[in-house]
């Protein structure tokens, strides 16, 4: 079975760190992202990164806080979230594409269950 299964969401406080894990199991994909839904808004782009090679993308809301990673052997993709904030709240998705690195949500073929990450002030 082909799925992704986040892990690592929690409360934390303003100014604290997290670390997000996405495990995909059933086969190995080109690029992974991730991406998270506050209440009452769309989902947003926060972080991509391409499978076999360095490239990476950031929103301009988590560029230079977050760092996206992988670790092929595991087929696991990473998110480590330093200086958090309260706008960060939200639940983050992990999302699989087997095509070329995007930040565009609709464009991935698999996405995860969600994991919940809650920033207090």
């Known amino acids: 079975q082909v799925q992704l299964v986040e892990s690592g969401g929690g409360l934390v406080q303003a100014g604290g760190s997290l670390r997000l894990s996405c495990a995909a199991s059933g086969r190995t994909f080109s690029n992974m992202g991730w991406f998270r839904q506050a209440p009452g808004k769309e989902r947003e782009f926060v972080a991509a990164i391409g499978w076999s090679d360095d490239s990476a993308y950031y929103a301009d809301s988590v560029n230079g806080r977050f760092a996206i990673s992988r670790d092929n052997a595991k087929n696991t993709v990473y998110l480590q979230m330093n200086s958090l904030k309260s706008e960060d709240t939200a639940v983050y998705y992990c999302?699989?594409?087997?095509?070329?690195?995007?930040?565009?949500?609709?464009?991935?073929?698999?996405w995860g269950q969600g994991t919940q990450v809650t920033v207090s002030s």
């Open positions: 999302a699989a594409r087997v095509g070329p690195i995007t930040t565009i949500g609709r464009r991935y073929d698999l």
